[in-house]
């Protein structure tokens, strides 16, 4: 690489990069979850990390749902998510377009996060299902706080279609 009059070589390593999904966090009396995406299987993983830390949850103050930089994708596994927050059969996300309205709604029931303060976290690099999530929890949790940069700004979904042999197109 030549920089003005300076010349010099940098090594270059390839390596895999793995982000998870999810990530959760017990801070004194909070519980933080880090939602990195919204990719196929994250409401699995929720589950499975509430399930864990279930005990943690009963006795926390506070819940911390972070989505910063995460990027969306599928809105469904939002609305999955927002089943452990708002009561079952509630509209947790309508999506329009041209003539056509889709409305997804909370698919059970769980009490382990009511009567627990919620602080959502977003940024610039927040888009689509994060963006999503946290304005739904803001709406069901009017005493939620949400610490902010400007987010991505999409506000808007894409869903996929599945085709045969489970491949699918967004």
């Known amino acids: 690489i030549q920089r003005w009059t300076t010349i010099f070589t940098v090594e270059v390593k390839r390596k895999k990069i793995v982000i998870p999904l999810i990530e959760t966090e017990k801070k004194g009396k909070s519980i933080v979850f880090t939602l990195n ?34 990027p969306g994708w599928y809105v469904e596994e939002a609305a999955w998510i927002l089943s452990y927050f708002v009561p079952n059969a509630e509209p947790v996300i309508t999506m329009e377009q041209k003539n056509d309205k889709q409305t997804l709604f909370s698919q059970w029931t769980s009490d382990i996060f009511s009567g627990k303060q919620l602080y959502l976290l977003i ?22 706080k949400i610490i902010w940069e400007k987010s991505f700004g999409k506000w808007s979904a894409q869903t996929v279609m599945w085709l045969p042999n489970w491949w699918s197109v967004k």
């Open 123 to 144: 940024n610039w690099g927040s888009a689509s299902a994060s963006e999503i999530l946290v304005g739904t929890l803001k709406e069901y949790f009017p005493s939620a």
């Open 37 to 70: 995406s919204f990719w196929q299987w994250i409401t699995y993983l929720f589950g499975s990390w509430v399930d864990t830390y279930k005990n943690d949850i009963k006795t926390a103050d506070k819940i911390i749902i972070d989505v910063r930089n995460n």
